[in-house]
C-alpha cells in the first residue's frame, strides 16, 4: 500500500476508534474485532487504490474530483416536485416527468416505442440503500417526456426529510414503513390510473413491503413490475466477497460499530471527507464490476453515496437482516416482472434475483455479465431496453419497441 494509502488507513481508524471510544467500554471489548473486519474490508479495495496511487498522487485526485464535480451532469434532471407526508409526518420529496407533446420530442419517442402513443401509465421509481432518486438518471433520461414517470427519495434520503419516528421516538427503520412511505408517494403523486412499479435494492424490498401491507392496490392498480439488484430475504447470509473469518467478524460487530459511529457522525463525517480516496475504492469494488467505468459515473456514485449522513447509514442497516418478503411476492405472480440483476454484484447476489424469478415463473430474469450492483449506472442501456420492454408487455407502448444506443457509460461516453 502507498504511503498516501496508510495515511488514509490511519485517519479511517482514527475516526472510527474515537467514535467507540465515546460510546463507551463495551464496544471497546469488541474493539479488536472490528480494527479486524474493517481491515478486512479496506484490504477488499485497498490492492487497486495503491495501485492507483503509486501513478497518482493525492492532490491531482482530489483536482479530478473537483473536475468532475463541476462538471455535474449525472442526476441533474429535474421534475415537478412534489411532497407527500409519511404516517408517521415524515416529509417524502417527489418528482413528476409528464408526458410531452412537443413535437421535437417525436424522433425520440418514435426510436423507443414506435409510432403510436404510449397509454396513460405512471412509472414509479424507487432507489435503493444510501443512494437517491437520481441513480435512475439514464433510465429518467430515455423515458423523459415519453411515459409519466415519479421519482422519489426514501426517508432520510436525498430531498426527503429525517424519519420523524427515527428521530423524534427512536424507532427503528423497517422495510414495512418504507412500503407505507411508498403507498404515501403514490397517494399524493399518482392517485389514479394503472402503475408500473421499479426498484433498485431496498428500492425493491420496499415495493414487496408495499404489497404485503396493500394487496389490493396491487391487484387493482399494478400492471408492471421491474425488481433490479434487490433481495426477498436472506440477506444477513451475504458475505460480501469477504473471506468466512472476514465476513464472520463483520457480521457479529458492524451493527454496533455503526451505531457508534452514528452516535458521533459530525466526528465521522470529517472522517469519511479526510478519507475519500480510500472509500472511493471501496465504494467502486461494492458498485461496479467493469473495470473500464466511465470516471465521471464512479464518482456520481460516490457523491450519492457521500451524501447519506453516517447516522442514517447506521439507521438502515439492521433493517435488511430483518427483512423478509419472499411470501410477499406472490402479490406479482399474474403481472408481467422484470427481474434484472449483475453477476458479479456483491451486495445483493444475483442469486437472490434467480430466487425471487423461481418464485414468479412467468418473470422475466435478466442477468447482466459484468455487472455490478448499480447496473442500471453501469449498463443503463440493457436496464433500459429491458424496461422499455416491460412497458411494451403491460401494453403501456406498442409491440416491437425497443432502446438502442441510449446511455453507454463506456469511457468515451457522453451523459443521456
Keep these: 500500500m502507498s504511503e498516501s ?58 483536482k479530478a474530483r473537483l473536475a468532475l464535480d463541476s462538471a455535474g451532469p449525472y442526476g441533474a434532471l429535474r421534475g415537478t416536485p412534489g411532497k407527500a407526508a409519511a404516517d408517521d409526518g415524515t416529509e417524502l420529496y417527489y418528482e413528476v416527468d409528464e408526458v410531452e407533446t412537443d413535437t421535437a420530442l417525436a424522433p425520440r419517442r418514435r426510436r423507443l416505442f414506435g409510432r403510436k402513443a404510449p397509454a396513460p401509465v405512471t412509472v414509479v421509481f424507487s432507489h435503493g440503500y444510501c443512494l437517491s432518486q437520481d441513480s435512475w438518471h439514464f433510465q429518467r433520461a430515455a423515458l423523459r417526456g415519453v411515459v409519466r414517470t415519479v421519482h422519489w427519495d426514501q426517508r432520510s434520503h436525498g430531498r426527503s426529510g429525517r424519519g420523524v419516528a427515527q428521530v423524534r421516538d427512536d424507532q427503528p427503520v423497517t422495510i414495512d414503513q418504507l412500503g407505507r412511505d411508498l403507498k404515501a408517494v403514490i397517494d399524493a403523486a399518482a392517485p389514479e390510473g394503472p402503475l408500473v412499479l421499479v426498484g433498485h435494492s431496498m428500492g425493491g424490498m420496499t415495493m414487496m413491503a408495499l404489497a404485503d401491507q396493500y394487496p389490493g392496490l396491487i391487484r387493482d392498480r399494478v400492471v408492471g413490475v421491474a425488481l433490479v439488484g434487490t433481495s426477498s430475504g436472506r440477506l444477513g447470509e451475504v458475505n460480501f466477497g469477504l473471506p468466512v473469518a472476514g465476513v464472520n467478524a463483520v457480521r457479529r460487530i458492524l451493527p454496533g460499530v455503526l451505531k ?25 469494488r461494492y458498485s461496479f464490476a467493469s473495470r473500464d467505468i466511465d470516471p465521471a459515473v464512479a464518482r456520481f456514485a460516490e457523491r450519492l453515496i457521500e451524501a447519506t449522513p453516517i447516522d442514517v447509514v447506521a439507521e438502515f442497516y439492521p433493517a435488511f437482516t430483518d427483512h423478509d418478503k419472499t411470501e410477499a411476492l406472490a402479490y406479482f405472480a399474474d403481472l408481467p416482472v422484470l427481474v434484472l440483476a449483475g453477476v458479479k454484484d456483491l451486495v445483493t447476489p444475483s442469486e437472490h434475483s434467480e430466487s425471487i424469478a423461481d418464485l414468479l415463473p412467468d418473470a422475466e430474469l435478466v442477468l447482466v455479465p459484468d455487472a455490478g450492483h448499480l447496473v442500471m449506472l453501469e449498463h443503463p442501456e440493457v436496464v433500459t431496453d429491458r424496461l422499455a420492454d416491460l412497458l411494451t408487455r403491460v401494453g403501456a407502448v406498442p409491440a416491437g419497441a425497443t432502446v438502442g444506443g441510449y446511455g453507454s457509460t463506456s469511457s468515451t461516453a457522453q451523459p443521456g
Excluded at 457522525?265 to 480510500?278: F, P
Design 260 to 284: 457508534a459511529l452514528g452516535q458521533r457522525a459530525e466526528l465521522v463525517e470529517r472522517g469519511r471527507r479526510a478519507t475519500a480516496d480510500l472509500f472511493a475504492g471501496i465504494i467502486k
Design 5 to 62: 494509502s496508510a495515511e488514509a488507513a490511519v485517519e479511517a481508524a482514527t475516526a472510527a476508534t474515537s467514535a467507540l471510544s465515546a460510546a463507551g467500554p463495551a464496544n471497546w471489548r469488541r474493539a479488536g474485532v472490528a480494527g479486524a473486519a474493517i481491515g478486512v474490508v479496506a484490504a477488499g479495495a485497498a490492492a487497486g487504490v495503491a495501485i492507483e496511487r503509486l501513478t497518482v498522487g493525492r492532490g491531482m485526485r482530489r
